[in-house]
């Protein structure tokens, strides 16, 4: 309540909550104005004309009061809205004091003054806080009357007094109550204004990441197919290799070999490097065909050999390990060269097996 808010400061929730709140200040401001102007449009038909002059000069000033409202409120929400109401409260008092004549009228407008303080506010403690205040304001007025401190005609008997005072005191604290309902939901309505974005986002990452699950499942289902369909078009082991490859490599593998043991040597039966004119243009450089290449299980540096020999998949960015020791001989360096022309980086090797026995690698 006494701490001034820094709208720099604020986060993103509690900044939407401040801008509607001005927008609820801007509101109020509009609504006494016109308000103001009525009662005293009231005064000038209904009274004398010297009391006339009196009691628009007390609307006229807590018209006033709105000035430095305007300016507090920005810095002081809380206590800017309580001293404005406080302050009307007061005027009210003064105006009763100045006709001379004690109405009903007055408690209508400090009922008013409560309703108009928990729709700015929105705040359960700021709703009775001002209930409170008004209360204060209203049996005191009533009192500093009774006593005579302040001279003024009663139209009923001070029992008669005791009981509309009563029941205007009891009016403000339901009327108090009755608003807490509204402005709980409003609140509500504020939590959710405020969170709809992050929840939409939130809905928004997880159909994203559905959809995305969803196109890998279908491009998954789709692969197999193509692939079932092209085992079963093959006709020898051969072309049933070279078919796997193939749609491996438009499964998303751009390049894919596939290497069988024979006779303690690996023989690459099978190639797919991203369609036939990439492969032709790897044959050139490399000065062999890729297809019928043969490297010892022995051979150690390379790549291949190594994991037909251990079983366990490999990775490497040295593509010299792929062309090390095989036959026809091919230079590593140059293979190495060859390979980076044509955009390929590294190579990932793993073994097949079949009845617990390797039988191949797959590059």
């Known amino acids: 309540m006494f701490h001034p808010i820094d709208p720099a400061k604020l986060g993103p929730e509690e900044l939407y909550e401040y801008e509607q709140l001005l927008r609820r200040v801007k509101s109020f401001i509009l609504v006494k104005i016109i308000i103001n102007v009525a009662i005293g449009f009231l005064f000038l038909v209904s009274f004398s004309p010297p009391l006339q002059l009196a009691l628009v000069l007390v609307v006229l000033v807590d018209g006033l009061l709105l000035g430095p409202y305007r300016l507090l409120v920005r810095r002081y929400p809380v206590l800017a809205t309580v001293m404005i109401l406080a302050g009307t409260a007061v005027v009210i008092s003064v105006g009763d004091w100045v006709s001379g004549y004690q109405t009903g009228a007055s408690g209508i407008l400090y009922a008013t003054l409560v309703v108009a303080g928990s729709l700015i506010l929105i705040q359960p403690w700021s709703t009775y806080l001002v209930a409170s205040i008004i209360a204060v304001i209203y049996v005191g007025t009533i009192l500093l009357e009774v006593w005579g401190v302040v001279a003024i005609i009663f139209p009923h008997t001070l029992s008669n007094l005791a009981r509309v005072v009563t029941l205007n005191v009891l009016c403000f604290y339901a009327l108090a109550a009755m608003s807490n309902v509204v402005t709980r939901l409003y609140r509500e309505m504020l939590y959710n204004r405020t969170h709809a974005e992050e929840i939409a986002e939130q809905r928004t990452a997880e159909l994203r990441k559905s959809h995305a699950e969803l196109e890998r499942t279908t491009a998954r289902l789709t692969a197999l197919q193509r692939l079932s369909e092209a085992v079963r078009r093959a006709r020898d082991p051969e072309a049933t290799l070279q078919a796997v490859v193939e749609e491996m490599g438009r499964s ?99 073994p097949l097996w079949a009845e617990q026995e390797t039988v191949g690698v797959v590059g």
């Open 252 to 350: 998303g593998f751009g390049n894919v070999m596939v290497d069988l043991v024979e006779s303690h040597h690996l023989v690459t039966r099978a190639f797919s490097m991203g369609g036939g004119k990439l492969y032709e243009r790897a044959r050139r450089l490399l000065g062999v065909p890729l297809l019928g290449l043969t490297v010892s299980l022995e051979e150690t540096a390379n790549i291949r050999g190594r994991v037909a020999g251990s079983g366990k998949m490999e990775s490497t960015d040295d593509l010299r390990e792929v062309f090390v020791g095989v036959k026809p001989a091919i230079d590593p360096d140059r293979a190495q060269a060859a390979m980076h022309l044509m955009g390929l980086e590294s190579v990932t090797v793993f």
